[in-house]
């Protein structure tokens, strides 16, 4: 029989009660339920609106409950119509007198909406770990890597020299606003909207700011339509956890690249990547492109949540309980994502080498060389001409920069030097872009150090 059985003359139909049941997805959120209703009680006794008595049993048979599904004693059941509702019927088979007070000044409205404020609370915490995590490991491997020169690339093609730290620490830095744009989330969700009741709060003289404290929130909501119907936090955090999985899928995009034959700039860990069933040579970046596929479903999420509640009026639709699988889909997809990532990201090996190599084949320092010529007292729009008929030289007569002869160099212009070689040696050009934000070694552990610095203060 269901809580609501009073108005009705007939027991729900079986398919109805199926196909109503939000359970299976929000058991999940037991626990939250639980705390939020502790909160509740405290704050009602404290009223004086249920006895002390009243409290003591709802205190010790929540407890109860929640000892009992965490050891597997207590099963939720499939038929009850959610978890709040089945937490209550628990409660009251227990404690009938006081289980049947609980719900007093309060609506499953309000009660949901508090809940998934914070289960996703709890949620954000575990995902800021683990971005912690994953720029610590892209940290450590930048460290080893500040003097490993590697082509920089635009349009996909050889551009400007740069290393390998600046190249990974530019992910950290998407990381770490990651981070933040979570925490800014946070401000805007761990805000109260018990006491909102179903829709237009309730006559009982409730404490609303005692529930929020109790809660560790930094306030109540102060629009009860607005405090049951609100799903912004969810819709932001679904759009922050897809700006994580748009970051990992630009870095899983790379890694692919580079453990490709082509480009061989990495080689992944055996334990983290497969092989082929047929394919006896294979090595595939499977994790890489796992992450890169996920990061559809979860840029759909947000996609999900806004187009279901742009229709809605206030307050309370039953529309919303859609919200939850979309949201969870997203953070569970982000928390099987960033620690596999994180390890193999920690276990990759680098083929400094072959980097180098390929740096220096597509003449990056082009750009370079034009700078040299101005430094010789040409404007820079002549020197880079001259550069770019050096270049087409170079390619028509298979040549590169770093070894054509000097008298070649001359008959494009007087005054080049013996010294161009040391200004166009990728080395050079990397050391000699000091500007802050840029790659030369002692700049880019500069940025490391700040970059840490940054991390301790979250
Ligand atoms: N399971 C519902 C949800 O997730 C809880 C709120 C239901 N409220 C109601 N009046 N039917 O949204």
Redesign the pocket.
């Given at each position: 029989m269901a809580l609501w059985a009073g108005r009705f003359k007939k027991e729900i139909n079986a398919n109805v009660n199926a196909f109503n049941s939000?359970i299976s997805f929000?058991a999940r959120m037991y626990k939250h339920d639980i705390m939020g209703s502790q909160a509740h009680a405290k704050m009602l006794a404290k009223q004086g609106i249920i006895s002390r008595q009243n409290l003591t049993e709802i205190l010790k048979g929540l407890n109860d409950i929640l000892c009992e599904l965490e050891n597997g004693d207590l099963l939720f059941d499939p038929h009850a119509e959610?978890i709040?509702m089945f937490i209550e019927a628990e409660l009251t088979k227990r404690y009938p007198e006081s289980g049947k007070k609980l719900h007093t000044a309060r609506s499953?409205?309000d009660q949901?909406a508090l809940d998934l404020r914070l289960y996703t609370r709890d949620e954000i915490k575990d995902i800021q770990g683990m971005l912690m995590e994953l720029m610590q490991v892209l940290i450590n491997q930048a460290k080893g890597h500040t003097h490993t020169i590697m082509c920089g690339y635009t349009h996909l093609q050889r551009a400007q020299p740069i290393t390998f730290a600046h190249h990974l620490m530019a992910y950290v830095e998407m990381f770490y606003r990651d981070y933040t744009r979570l925490d800014d989330c946070m401000k805007r969700l761990n805000v109260s909207p018990l006491g909102s009741g179903a829709l237009a709060t309730t006559t009982y003289p409730i404490d609303r700011h005692f529930v929020a404290q109790e809660l560790h929130m930094n306030d109540i909501m102060y629009n009860s339509l607005d405090g049951v119907s609100d799903r912004d936090y969810a819709i932001e955090l679904a759009n922050d956890l897809a700006m994580i999985m748009m970051h990992l899928s630009r870095l899983s995009e790379e890694i692919i690249l580079w453990c490709s034959w082509e480009f061989k700039y990495i080689e992944l860990d055996d334990a983290y990547a497969t092989g082929s069933s047929i394919m006896p040579q294979k090595k595939n970046p499977d994790i890489a492109e796992l992450v890169r596929g996920k990061s559809a479903r979860v840029i759909n999420d947000v996609s999900t949540l806004l187009t279901m509640m742009k229709g809605l009026p206030l307050a309370?639709n039953?529309d919303?309980?859609e919200d939850?699988e979309t949201l969870f889909d997203a953070i569970d997809q982000v928390k099987l994502c960033l620690p596999v990532f994180s390890d193999m990201i920690n276990t990759m090996k680098v083929n400094k080498q072959r980097m180098q190599e390929c740096a220096a084949k597509g003449f990056i320092n082009a750009t370079d060389c034009a700078d040299y010529l101005v430094k010789k007292g040409k404007a820079f729009r002549d020197a880079y001409k001259t550069t770019g008929q050096l270049v087409a030289y170079c390619i028509d007569h298979d040549e590169v920069l770093e070894t054509l002869p000097l008298d070649i160099y001359k008959s494009f212009d007087e005054v080049f030097e013996k010294d161009v070689y040391q200004a166009i040696s990728l080395l050079t050009c990397v050391e000699n872009r000091l500007v802050d934000g840029g790659p030369a070694p002692q700049t880019c552990q500069k940025a490391i150090k700040r970059m840490e610095k940054q991390l301790e203060a979250l």
């Open positions: 939000s929000d959610d709040h499953r409205n949901v309370y039953k919303m309980q939850k």
